[in-house]
């Protein structure tokens, strides 16, 4: 392991994506996450990791040598300003417009953009409007 320190939130402890194009999706997602301010966790040949979300090769050993399938992974942002930057970087990086940033009908404040990536996965960031957290992330340390 790259780091001896690692943030997680409530519910989901990882998510991973089997791609068909591990560059391809390393290109999308390196350029998002740069945009969400969210720096690389890892990488190894075959796959990479970003907090919670681990990609991999249809090769990797952490595969079952199948793809995922089409998901949809919301990712948040810390204002809109964040969310916009996420959208440019994706489009930039191969992704393709699924929503440009807005305003959503899910609930007041819910500003949010979509993209498709490399895959077909529907990627969002989305900012809930102000709020007051009890803290940015998790951190747990060894």
Avoid: C
Wanted: hydrophobic residues 40%; charged residues 25%; glycine residues 10%.
């Amino acid at each position: 392991m790259e780091v001896n320190e690692i943030h997680r939130g409530r519910l989901i402890d990882h998510i991973q994506l089997v791609v068909r194009d591990l560059e391809a999706s390393k290109k999308f997602y390196f350029s998002i996450f740069e945009a969400l301010q969210v720096p690389l966790g890892g990488q190894g040949e075959d796959y990479f990791w970003i907090d919670e979300l681990f990609i991999s090769s249809k090769e990797s050993r952490a595969s079952a040598g199948t793809l995922t399938g089409r998901t949809h992974l919301a990712f948040q942002a810390k204002d809109e300003n964040m969310v916009k930057a996420f959208y440019e970087a994706a489009l930039k990086a191969g992704g393709k417009d699924n929503g440009a940033p807005g305003n959503r009908p899910y609930h007041p404040g819910y500003y949010a953009a979509f993209v498709i990536d490399p895959d077909g996965n529907n990627i969002e960031a989305v900012f809930h409007g102000p709020a007051k957290r009890s803290a940015d992330s998790v951190k747990l340390t060894w």
